[in-house]
């Protein structure tokens, strides 16, 4: 599959042909870079003047403390955009760093290029600058339900929070979380050794039910949260 099609799939072209692409990719000088696994796509404290969008692969944002330690904020994966948030003007430099988990094809695309029109206001052009603020909407959404989690006192409330956000999200009490329990742990600000226990009590409780990612709610869940 090459890039245009992939890109017709990406929800920031949604609604725009495949032609229409091609002149978009043109006029807005999009470039694209290959990073390796493991590979810093972009370190705390540069400027970000530019969106990403991840062709394939996926990256990490995460955060490093003044001892040099990685925190991880989040899982970015393919047909998702980043740096996004940081392209304020009034935000100087970017406060993450971003980094491929696999290898990784992204494009670019200069913010400017995508606010300024040129002179054809092309259909495409205007639908593209309504997706994507549909998109920055849409991971306002996904940091509320972050920072609800981490409102949450309690490890069993805080795991309890993010899979009833992922069973609500798909309408089902068995769900796969796309964190394996080292990354789950991060997300959720936790000990890992210690989120692993509480799990176990809880598929004890009669909680929840999992095997490695995939989790069950069960019906006790809900008289827990009351």
């Known amino acids: 599959m090459d890039t245009l099609d992939i890109l017709q799939k990406h929800p920031l072209f949604e609604g725009i042909n495949k032609s229409e692409i091609e002149k978009l990719l043109q006029c807005l000088k999009v470039y694209k870079k290959t990073y390796r696994k493991d590979e810093y796509i972009i370190y705390t404290g540069n400027k970000i003047n530019f969106i990403g969008i991840i062709v394939t ?7 490093e403390d003044y001892n040099g330690n990685s925190y991880f904020y989040t899982e970015i994966k393919h047909n998702n955009l980043f740096g996004e948030v940081f392209i304020c003007p009034h935000i100087q430099n970017c406060t993450v760093n971003y980094r491929a988990i696999t290898d990784c094809d992204l494009l670019f695309i200069k913010y400017d290029n995508i606010l300024h029109m040129c002179r054809k206001s092309c259909a495409g052009h205007k639908k593209l600058i309504e997706n994507l603020i549909n998109l920055i909407a849409y991971k306002s959404r996904s940091l509320m339900d972050k920072i609800e989690i981490l409102s949450k006192k309690s490890l069993r409330e805080r795991i309890l929070t993010y899979l009833m956000q992922l069973s609500f999200e798909k309408q089902n009490p068995t769900i796969t979380s796309p964190l394996n329990h080292k990354e789950l742990s991060e997300y959720l600000c936790v000990n890992r050794s210690s989120m692993i226990r509480e799990l176990k ?12 990612n995939v989790y069950t709610l069960l019906d006790l869940y809900k008289k827990h949260l009351r």
Do not use: H, S, V
Request: proline share 0%; hydrophobic share 35%.
């Open 201 to 212: 009590r809880m598929k004890q409780d009669g909680l929840i039910d999992f095997d490695k």
């Open 57 to 63: 692969g996926r990256i990490f944002m995460e955060k």
